[in-house]
């Protein structure tokens, strides 16, 4: 299965198995098995959109957003529980206002979660790190 680095952003194939021990980026060399969240821009969405055969959650947010930041939390605890299950990314809809108009982002927090390359559901609003887990097994 191909996933993208959450340091380089490089994408990777990897054997697919139900848990990993090890897994390292073979560009990087850093461990695929890091759960960091992954800004993304206009120059790079599409690329990791495309190229990942796990979900991608994205969190369009804005920095000046109480709820955003509150839910920027909850993603962030909630990525530690999904290492190569489910990609976690954020957009800046303050920097990347055309990714906003472009996904019809009209209120924030607003996820939106890809499965291969499409967007499969969509939903506005802070959630809590239990319901942002419930929304996530759904799609993996």
């Not at 055309?98 to 559901?121: C, Q, Y």
């Not at 939903?123 to 097994?137: C, I, Y």
Request: aromatic letters at 8%; charged letters at 25%.
């Amino acid at each position: 299965m191909r996933v993208i680095c959450p340091h380089c952003k490089n994408v990777n194939n990897i054997p697919l198995k139900p848990s990993y021990k090890k897994a390292n980026c073979g560009k990087c060399k850093k461990s695929l098995l890091d759960t960091k969240v992954i800004d993304l821009n206009s120059s790079n969405f599409d690329e990791v959109i495309v190229n990942s055969d796990i979900p991608v959650i994205v969190d369009f947010w804005a920095p000046w957003c109480g709820p955003c930041k509150m839910m920027g939390l909850n993603f962030e605890k909630s990525a530690k529980n999904y290492a190569l299950k489910t990609l976690f990314v954020k957009v800046n809809t303050e920097n990347e206002s055309d990714l906003g108009a472009r996904f019809g982002i009209r209120s924030i927090p607003t996820l939106l979660i890809f499965k291969h390359g499409k967007e499969v559901h969509r939903l506005s609003g802070a959630l809590d790190e239990n319901a942002l887990n419930n929304l996530v097994e759904q799609f993996i």
